[in-house]
């Protein structure tokens, strides 16, 4: 088993940035690969960066590559997201998750077992 918590969310201006957070417990095989996704009411929740925790290999969505990047601490059992030049449309609810294994769609929802319960990040103009 795998639990995930979420922090860092809150409200910032546009072009701002935050840092989540998404600490995990468990087995690190269960959550080889880590992944950050947002979701807004009526939508499909969306993949934004993927990690392999054994390799460090890095998969981003187009829509924030230049702008948000993903990092782990091992030792801390951590992976962050850090979000720069923050866009309305990156306001979100954004979950992290865990899966052991995957295939190639690392940023597909359906493809992680374990989720964390979320944090709310808002984006003011």
């Known amino acids: 088993q795998v639990q995930l918590v979420e922090s860092g969310g809150g409200s910032v201006q546009a072009g701002g940035s935050l840092r989540l957070s998404c600490v995990a417990s468990?087995?690190?095989?269960?959550?080889?690969?880590t992944g950050w996704f947002r979701q807004t009411p009526g939508k499909d929740r969306e993949g934004v960066a993927a990690?392999?925790?054994?390799?460090?290999?890095?998969m981003l969505a187009d829509s924030v590559k230049g702008r948000f990047t993903i990092s782990q601490d091992n030792a801390k059992n951590t992976v962050y997201l850090q979000m720069n030049s923050l866009k309305a449309d990156d306001a979100a609810t954004y979950y992290c998750?865990?899966?052991?294994?995957?295939?190639?769609?690392?940023?597909?929802?359906?493809?992680?077992?374990?989720w964390g319960q979320g944090t709310q990040v808002t984006v003011s103009s």
């Open positions: 998750a865990a899966t052991a294994l995957i295939g190639p769609g690392w940023l597909a929802a359906s493809a992680y077992k374990y």
């Open positions: 468990g087995s690190t095989y269960t959550r080889t690969f």
């Open positions: 990690i392999s925790i054994r390799s460090g290999r890095k």
